[in-house]
Nanobody, 130 residues
Framework: VQLQASGGGLAQAGASLRLSCAFS???????????MGWFRQTPGKEREFVAA????????YYTESTEGRFTISRDNAGNTVNLQMNNLKREDTAVYYC?????????????????????WGQGTQVTVSS
């Protein structure tokens, strides 16, 4: 499985950005077998959970600081998961990572723990200026 995140960049506070993550896997590890998550990390800090979406897109979960501003979505036909970020704040500045958690692993779909995720993308930088 490979994950390729894109869409980061520089934005002003209050603006919007949309991140995308493209999933590629083998025949026995298709996108709809995985719950997906987004995390972010700033220098000197641990990676922080941002949002998760269940394998079929039926449920989503957000960290408190992003709920109401960020929206996670997925397109199982197109093998992508997206993170729409609205009303950006300076504290949203970070490297954003997408991650995949195999749905058959027995862990919950809304996992906040890094260790619950099996595959990670390379990260995309988001910088918000005031």
């Amino acid at each position: 499985v490979q994950l390729q995140a894109s869409g980061g960049g520089l934005a002003q506070a209050g603006a919007s950005l949309r991140l995308s993550c493209a999933f590629s896997g083998r025949a026995y590890s298709t996108f709809n077998m995985f719950h997906m998550g987004w995390f972010r990390q700033t220098p000197g800090k641990e990676r922080e959970f941002v949002a998760a979406i269940e394998w079929d897109g039926s449920r989503t979960y957000y960290t408190e600081s992003t709920e109401g501003r960020f929206t996670i979505s997925r397109d199982n036909a197109g093998n992508t998961v997206n993170l729409q970020m609205n009303n950006l704040k300076r504290e949203d500045t970070a490297v954003y990572y997408c991650a995949a958690q195999w749905a058959g692993s027995g862990t919950t779909w809304y996992e906040r723990r890094e260790s619950a995720y099996d595959y990670w993308g390379q990260g995309t930088q988001v910088t918000v200026s005031s």
